[in-house]
């Protein structure tokens, strides 16, 4: 929210599971960088664990964020780690995110239940390690289901331009596929 705020167009965010696979917004696999998870491991029934993938989300939803970045102590903030779903819901018509460290391949039915669980359809991009022949199809399966699709984004050429991207939907596979085989 504060990123959208500050007038972010694209966001790159990292996805994790937890144990229950939920999937959350969570930069590491662990949790003393970013959660008060130091004050309340281990106390009312929660794992000792620093590992994210150690805790369901209920738990995970009794820790607090901290305010800051990285390593550094820092104040705790009243927010909780964000699901997928709630990522979605904020960033619909006003932002976009690439979706990183999941591999989109195995774990599109998840990202695709939560697409359709939001109704929120052009928020995230298709981006890293998908290959363009399921990048088609996905989109087409979208297309004729909805009526929407998710923007692309190809780390392996580049983002391309911004007017390239946000052409309508229905120009969107045609250029794809003209970008794809090297035309610019």
Same mark, same amino acid.
Not at 17 to 39: N, P, R
Not at 61 to 66: I, N, V
Not at 96 to 124: L, S
């Given at each position: ?12 965010l ?13 930069h ?11 004050f309340?491991?281990? &106390?009312?029934?929660?794992? #000792?664990?620093?590992?994210? +993938?150690?805790?369901?989300? =209920? ?6 964020? !901290?305010a ?5 102590q ?11 779903e709630?990522?979605?819901q ?9 979706i990183?460290?999941?591999?989109p391949?195995e774990e ?5 239940d939560?697409?359709c &669980?939001?109704?929120?359809? #052009?928020a995230?991009?298709f +981006?890293?390690k998908?290959? =363009? ?6 989109? !087409? ?8 699709t ?5 780390l392996?050429?580049h983002a391309?331009?911004l007017?390239?991207?946000l ?7 045609a ?10």
């Amino acid at each position: 929210i504060s990123s959208i705020c500050m007038g972010a167009d694209i966001m790159e965010l990292d996805f994790r599971y937890t144990k229950d696979k939920k999937i959350v917004l969570m930069h590491y696999d662990t949790l003393h960088q970013s959660t008060d998870w130091e004050f309340k491991k281990g &106390k009312n029934g929660l794992p #000792e664990s620093d590992y994210l +993938a150690d805790w369901t989300y =209920e738990q995970l939803s009794q820790l607090r964020l !901290k305010a800051g970045r990285k390593f550094r102590q820092t104040a705790i903030t009243e927010y909780i780690v964000p699901t997928l779903e709630e990522v979605l819901q904020v960033c619909e018509g006003r932002a976009f995110f690439i979706i990183d460290k999941m591999n989109p391949v195995e774990e599109w039915p998840y990202i695709y239940d939560c697409i359709c &669980k939001t109704r929120c359809y #052009e928020a995230f991009a298709f +981006a890293y390690k998908i290959p =363009e022949e399921m990048v088609i199809t996905l989109q !087409k399966e979208m297309l004729e289901k909805f009526g929407k699709t998710g923007p692309y984004f190809y780390l392996r050429k580049h983002a391309g331009s911004l007017e390239r991207e946000l052409i309508s939907p229905t120009h969107r596979l045609a250029v794809f596929d003209e970008f794809s085989q090297g035309k610019d």
